[in-house]
């Protein structure tokens, strides 16, 4: 009989495993597990980015679920793009590749891991795939038909090995054509490209210097980013005006007497490379992490003419090369000056911390969409009153550790900082010259690093957001924590984010929602929120979180 208790429902699974790892292990196996750490954190880090959750570890692969089929071909496709990049760089022992199968199917839930037969037929559907290629089941295809450019080879019924039944599969391809109809041209800009540009695809190689990314999700407390204060540009000059080839590097930290520069602009909302497949153009207000005060050299950097690359650390430390023979040598001067900032600036390094290629010539080449962020103006309109004097001691969700760090180093810095909380627990700070440019930076940062939008716990020495009291704050909300919301309802909870004073979301069994903030008080909001829910039609409604935080019991 069918057990009542199992909870089953609809998703897609993407199933990831190294080519020949047995044998790169065989030959170093220490260097080849960390290899496939690094490869497989910087694929933790794109699932994420594509709103997907890893759920299981398997030796030399990963299993990764995702509401959406589109979102997981998207992510299959920058996973396969960023290692075929690092490759193309790499030494003959740092190669490594991979197979990746997509399905989706009804799955059941067993704590946080997933089992049942749709995770197994992307399995399947993994082992079937070409090498360094992805393979998709009828069920995908179906759904990203009309909404991807791509190609796709029908490769019929497969029987693949402890499934019952044919599988219906597909290989995705860079030229194939739709079954039943004209070809459906994938990555059609590249094939566009010149040849001298197609080099530049070696470029977003760069992208794995976030190789560690995926292990800052799982670290409870990383450490805060210190002060870059000693760096110093070695020019703002606009470099067309040289007649020989330059580097710039620029720091992300404040200096005591910041240049006049155009503000930076919010960052702009671009779509993924692989939903418009048009290069996108630099833009120096558009460039996340970077300082006010740096936004200068960016502006020289898109005037300048030659040869020419910028590259960019998640801190806002940059360099640029211009002038040079060709691109190859100007992206590899840029990553050089940059990667020698940070070593140089940078008192504790992580691996994240390490340059990645943002630009070459004017086309970004930066393979990350915009980080994630709560709509604007990013922090309430109106501060808690009386003002509540930030104390290290009494911060949610960080340890002793960290709170040792904050009171050591963000209570004595004297610049303008803000202390920003992410999804899972996960706290940032790095100073800067003015309270707008230190708020736009570290929730730039910090939802770089996690995928989600953050909030912004505390600005210079005042926390700006209510801590629950009656229930436990065990992460912070993001939209993506509460599901099968409709379009009025994720308005209201993205508004939510920053929102003043008290407020309070409650949830109902059915999937009814109630949310109020401006409340006097604690006590009021989350009484009025469960009203809210039950009004809605909720069943059983229940707190979900108080002020930015998701709450548990006592």
Avoid at 9 to 21: G, K
Avoid at 473 to 478: A, Q, R, S, Y
Wanted: hydrophobic residues 40%.
């Amino acid at each position: 009989m069918t057990d009542p208790n199992l909870v089953r429902r609809l998703t897609t699974i993407l199933a990831i495993d190294v080519v020949a790892f047995s044998t790169m292990s065989a030959r170093d196996e220490e260097h080849a597990l960390g290899l496939l750490a690094t490869r497989l954190d910087t694929a933790g880090t794109l699932v994420r980015q594509h709103r997907g959750r890893v759920f299981k570890m398997t030796g030399d692969g990963l299993l990764a679920e995702f509401a959406s089929p589109v979102e997981a071909v998207r992510a299959a496709l920058e996973i396969q793009e960023a290692m075929r990049s690092a490759n193309a760089t790499a030494g003959p022992d740092d190669q490594l590749t991979l197979r990746i199968g997509v399905n989706l199917g009804d799955v059941v839930e067993s704590g946080d891991d997933l089992m049942g037969d749709a995770v197994n037929v992307a399995v399947r559907l993994e082992s079937i795939s070409a090498t360094g290629g992805i393979c998709i089941s009828g069920s995908v295809y179906e759904q990203i038909v009309g909404k991807l450019m791509l190609g796709a080879e029908d490769i019929g019924e497969q029987h693949v090995k402890n499934i019952p039944r044919p599988i219906h599969a597909y290989r995705l391809t860079v030229g194939g054509g739709r079954p039943g109809g004209p070809p459906h041209p994938a990555h059609a800009a590249a094939r566009r490209m010149p040849r001298a540009r197609s080099l530049l695809v070696a470029s977003v190689a760069t992208v794995l210097v976030l190789a560690a990314l995926a292990g800052t999700f799982y670290l409870r407390h990383p450490a805060p980013t210190p002060s870059l204060q000693t760096a110093e540009p070695t020019s703002d000059l606009p470099v067309t005006n040289r007649p020989v080839p330059e580097t710039v590097a620029g720091a992300a930290g404040p200096r005591t007497a910041p240049p006049a520069a155009p503000p930076a602009a919010a960052p702009a909302a671009a779509t993924a490379a692989t939903a418009d497949p048009a290069p996108r153009r630099f833009a120096a207000n558009e460039v996340p992490f970077v300082p006010d005060f740096r936004m200068r050299a960016l502006e020289n950097y898109a005037h300048a003419e030659g040869a020419k690359a910028l590259a960019l650390n998640v801190r806002g430390i940059f360099a640029t090369a211009t002038r040079r023979v060709d691109e190859a040598a100007a992206r590899h001067a840029a990553l050089d000056e940059c990667n020698k900032a940070v070593l140089r600036d940078v008192s504790a390094i992580r691996d994240f911390d390490r340059c990645m290629l943002y630009a070459v010539e004017n086309d970004v080449v930066w393979s990350f969409r915009p980080p994630p962020m709560p709509p604007p103006p990013y922090v309430p309109a109106a501060r808690p009153s009386p003002p509540i004097p930030f104390d290290p001691q009494k911060m949610p969700l960080v340890g002793a550790e960290a709170r040792e760090r904050l009171a050591r180093r963000y209570l004595t810095t004297r610049h303008n900082r803000a202390l920003v909380l992410g999804h899972p627990r996960f706290d940032w700070w790095t100073p800067s010259e003015t309270d707008a440019d230190v708020i736009r930076r570290n929730l730039q940062i910090c939802g770089h690093l996690t995928g989600r939008p953050c909030v912004v716990y505390a600005l210079n020495d005042d926390v700006i957001v209510q801590t629950p009291q009656t229930m436990r704050p065990i992460g912070v909300l993001t939209p993506q924590d509460v599901s099968g919301l409709d379009a009025s309802q994720l308005k209201a909870l993205n508004q939510y984010l920053i929102a003043n004073d008290w407020r309070a979301v409650a949830l109902g069994a059915n999937g009814r929602i109630g949310i109020v903030s401006g409340r006097p008080n604690e006590q009021d909001a989350t009484s009025m929120s469960l009203q809210a829910c039950r009004d809605a039609g909720g069943t059983e409604c229940a707190i979900i979180a108080i002020g930015p935080f998701m709450v548990a019991p006592q």
